[in-house]
């Protein structure tokens, strides 16, 4: 099964239809174990390949660049043309270093430098801004990623987790469009169907801007897997059963009130809960190619299988009604 193909935003590009999300590679976990090791990141890039996977998301800071590291290893010994690298930055990398942060000129610079370093790479097909940064002038933020994609260090550029505040990548763009630099042509906000506070404005100011969508977190954490039931226990080392703040945000009746719907749907076109989530966001208008992520080969494999699941229109409707928009999800 190899997966479809579907433009990235107005970018002219193509990609895969499920991107494949790095940051759990080279991850410490709070009790020091290593979420996906070097090996295991080769298997997964390798399986993801294998089915036709083209597009995978990275950031600066996954595995303190050790995400970025293993996927320069990997497409060393691969054509580099073949895939689609995004990369992020944002979060601080140096201690004690007040520019070691943020997406000021002086860091934007030095962390490109880096990120071309670990991928082995010339360029990079997208740079995310990880973060906002209400330091900077989008002015100078936006005139120094210009500067990078004019000089073909980077083909495209995208705002990560902006939400809610549409207004900041609109008036970045408004920027851009006055001065000539380039706009933001993405964007990566956290979507599934039980976050939902992107319906309010991001949404449509991502249509007026023509900005294409690639959400992060598409299965809610692992809640919409449906490995969470109203009466069981957590599963033994699931976040669900180790983090207070995962169970307050997710382990809520309005949610499996959602997740109940995801079964119905998920019943009728004999798939798993987790292939019809992944699958409401592949027949979504202004979605394009959701980042999914794994520790193991078979849980990448059954994800992908969504790209095989079709949904016809009242499928989609109960699924996109299943849950009220709540700002504060």
């Given at each position: 099964?190899d997966l479809?193909?579907v433009p990235?935003?107005?970018?002219?590009?193509?990609v895969?239809s499920?991107?494949f999300?790095?940051?759990r590679?080279g991850?410490?976990?709070?009790?020091g174990t290593?979420?996906?090791?070097k090996g295991?990141?080769?298997?997964l890039?390798?399986?993801?390949a294998d089915h036709?996977g083209?597009f995978?998301?990275?950031?600066?800071?996954?595995?303190d660049?050790l995400?970025?590291e293993?996927?320069?290893d990997?497409l060393?010994?691969?054509?580099?043309?073949d895939f689609v690298?995004?990369s992020k930055?944002?979060?601080p990398?140096r201690?004690?270093?007040?520019n070691?942060r943020g997406?000021?000129r002086?860091?934007l610079?030095?962390?490109?430098?880096?990120?071309?370093?670990?991928?082995?790479?010339?360029?990079?097909?997208?740079?995310y801004?990880?973060?906002?940064?209400d330091?900077?002038p989008?002015e100078?933020?936006?005139r120094t990623?210009d500067?990078?994609v004019?000089?073909?260090?980077v083909?495209?550029?995208?705002a990560?987790t902006f939400?809610?505040?549409?207004?900041e990548?609109?008036?970045a763009n408004?920027?851009?469009d006055r001065?000539?630099?380039e706009p933001f042509t993405?964007a990566q906000?956290r979507y599934n169907?039980?976050?939902?506070?992107i319906?309010?404005?991001?949404?449509d100011?991502?249509?007026?801007y023509?900005v294409?969508i690639?959400?992060?977190s598409?299965?809610?954490g692992g809640?919409?897997?449906?490995?969470?039931?109203?009466?069981?226990d957590?599963p033994e080392?699931t976040?669900?059963?180790?983090?207070?703040r995962f169970a307050?945000r997710?382990l809520t009746?309005?949610?499996?009130d959602?997740?109940?719907?995801?079964?119905e749907?998920a019943?009728?076109?004999?798939?798993?809960?987790?292939?019809v989530?992944?699958?409401y966001?592949?027949h979504?208008?202004?979605?394009?190619a959701?980042?999914?992520g794994?520790?193991?080969?078979?849980?990448?494999?059954?994800?992908?299988?969504?790209?095989d699941?079709?949904?016809d229109?009242?499928?989609f409707?109960?699924l996109?009604?299943?849950?009220?928009?709540?700002?504060?999800d």
């Open positions: 099964m479809d193909t990235l935003g107005r970018t002219g590009t193509t895969s499920l991107s999300g790095t940051w590679f991850r410490e976990t709070d009790a290593v979420e996906v090791e295991q990141a080769f298997d890039l390798d399986a993801y036709g083209n995978i998301d990275t950031a600066d800071m996954y595995g660049g995400s970025e293993w996927i320069g990997w060393a010994n691969r054509d580099r043309e690298v995004a930055v944002y979060w990398t201690e004690d270093d007040p070691g997406i000021g002086k860091h610079r030095r962390q490109l430098k880096h990120i071309l370093q670990r991928l082995g790479t010339d360029y990079l097909d997208v740079l801004c990880h973060r906002f940064d330091q900077t989008p100078e933020f936006m990623l500067g990078f004019d000089d073909g260090r083909n495209y550029l995208g990560s939400e809610p505040n549409a207004w990548v609109a008036r408004e920027i851009a001065r000539g630099y993405l906000p169907l039980v976050n939902r506070e319906e309010y404005d991001y949404v100011m991502c249509e007026t023509d294409g690639c959400p992060w598409p299965l809610a809640f919409l897997t449906g490995k969470y039931t109203r009466e069981a957590m080392g976040r669900g059963a180790e983090s207070s307050e997710y009746e309005e949610n499996f959602a997740l109940d719907v995801v079964r749907v019943d009728e076109v004999d798939a798993t809960p987790a292939q989530s992944l699958a966001l592949q979504h208008p202004q979605v394009t959701p980042i999914v794994a520790r193991t080969v078979e849980q990448l494999e059954e994800n992908l299988v969504a790209d699941v079709t949904l229109d009242d499928q409707e109960r996109a009604a299943s849950k009220n928009v709540s700002f504060m």
